[in-house]
Nanobody
Framework: QVQLVESGGGLVHPGGSLRLSCAAS????????MGWYRQAPGKQRDLVAA???????NYADSVKGRFTISRDNAKNTVYLQMNSLKPEDTAVYYC???????????WGQGTQVTVSS
């Protein structure tokens, strides 16, 4: 059974930082591309950051220079370090595991991030 369990969300003031974690089980983690997506109320779910099996990363323009994605294959975990948070970063953040060659695409349950004064 595949599980992606996010943690680390919460309420933070503008300019603050949070670190999200996503612990994966039931998959060969090192063979999957991992990503973080977010969805604000009334909006579509958008890619925030992704890291390939080989460690290459890409970011949404809106978070470049503020967010950093990383993975620890020994711990089957992917992280999203979020700095200089803004109110517009408020959303539910979802972890994604993808292996295109075998058409696997898994989602976590989401974790709420709220940036407010």
């Amino acid at each position: 059974q595949v599980q992606l369990v996010e943690s680390g969300g919460g309420l933070v003031h503008p300019g603050g930082s949070l670190r999200l974690s996503c612990a994966a089980s039931g998959i060969a983690f090192s063979l999957y591309a991992m990503g973080w997506y977010r969805q604000a109320p009334g909006k579509q779910r958008d890619l925030v950051a992704a890291v390939t099996e080989g460690g290459s990363t890409n970011y949404a323009d809106s978070v470049k220079g503020r967010f950093t994605i990383s993975r620890d294959n020994a711990k089957n975990t992917v992280y999203l370090q979020m700095n200089s948070l803004k109110p517009e970063d408020t959303a539910v953040y979802y972890c994604n595991a993808k292996r295109v060659t075998i058409r696997h695409n898994y989602w976590g349950q989401g974790t709420q991030v709220t940036v407010s004064s």
